[in-house]
């Protein structure tokens, strides 16, 4: 009766039979995740050696980096070796472990959006009050914030998930996920169900609606300004809306695949949604934010030129 309700293992049923196909495709997925890795410690390398863009701003972008690093960790170490794989069981202790850290790493790219997004509408619509708000100290703790809150919350629904008794061990995903071990319960889930709620509202549609709250002041505000003040804006703010709808779009998309039969989906559709908000996201964010700011262009490309060996004169007669 343990192993019944308790599996050992997990079966994650929605890898595809692509036969000799999966050694190019390990190959093409491990050159993805060397270039997220690659990209994000650029960003994160040029913003913490240079002084200069030690604000608040660059400080948030670097966030980002870093939470992309760590939930491109969560994900690729497993989903590579299950390419290779005949079987993808995954042991139970594993699968909490990988619920958690995709599920913190999804929440801390809202809130992280959520705080970048205050960064941005105190400077452009109080930007007289603007060094008085955002301070040192303020940036310390909506960081800590940002961090805390998901890592707490989201423990709170994978320990629930933890102690269900279970009537099955496949999960229709290529990574472990809450939503679908909850419906493999034996008994109600209403606490689960509440829990769920309350933290997705507070990490997810909360940080969504303030973001679309401070933009709306944004733009009311740069409707009465001159022309060259809202290139500034668009300049300084696009960045961010990108990251923002695009990760909006890949939330929105895993959401809807959790609550649809994915079994009368196509599987390669299936597995390419599924993917979405753990994949492109981490790619996304160092381009957009490496080639849009030019402050963080131009330090990037001047540390690749310094790391070029100089070339040797030739001695004169």
Request: hydrophobic fraction near 45%; glycine fraction near 2%; proline fraction near 6%.
């Amino acid at each position: 009766m343990e192993n019944n309700t308790y599996p050992p293992y997990f079966n994650l049923t929605m890898f595809v039979n692509i036969g000799s196909y999966r050694y190019p495709t390990f190959v093409l997925c491990f050159l993805l995740y060397a270039f997220i890795i690659s990209a994000n410690l650029v960003i994160i390398l040029v913003i913490s050696q240079e002084k200069t863009l030690h604000e608040p701003m660059y400080i948030f972008i670097m966030c980002l980096s870093i939470n992309s690093l760590y939930g491109s960790a969560g994900f690729f170490f497993r989903f590579l070796r299950d390419l290779l794989s005949d079987t993808h069981l995954i042991p139970r202790s594993a699968c909490f472990t990988q619920i958690y850290v995709i599920y913190t790493y999804a929440s801390y790219e809202l809130t992280i959006l959520g705080i970048m997004a205050y960064d941005r509408y105190v400077a452009v619509c109080q930007p007289l009050h603007y060094h008085n708000k955002i301070t040192s100290k303020m940036v310390s703790k909506l960081i800590a914030l940002a961090w805390i809150y998901p890592a707490f919350s989201v423990a709170v629904c994978v320990y629930l998930a933890s102690i269900l008794p279970l009537c099955g061990n496949k999960i229709p995903k290529v990574f472990c996920a809450n939503w679908p071990v909850v419906k493999l319960s034996c008994v109600p889930t209403v606490l689960n169900n509440l829990i769920g709620m309350l933290v997705s509202t507070s990490t997810v549609f909360l940080p969504l609606a303030f973001v679309l709250y401070t933009y709306a002041r944004i733009f009311l505000v740069c409707r009465k300004r001159s022309l060259e003040f809202k290139s500034k804006v668009i300049q300084s703010c696009l960045p961010h809306i990108v990251t923002f709808v695009n990760y909006s779009i890949t939330v929105f998309c895993d959401v809807a695949l959790s609550r649809i039969n994915l079994e009368e989906l196509n599987p390669f559709l299936g597995i390419i949604l599924s993917l979405e908000f753990v994949v492109i996201p981490p790619i996304l964010n160092p381009l957009v934010y490496g080639l849009k700011l030019p402050e963080i262009r131009k330090l990037m490309f001047r540390m690749l030129s310094c790391s070029k060996p100089d070339k040797q004169t030739k001695p004169q007669k």
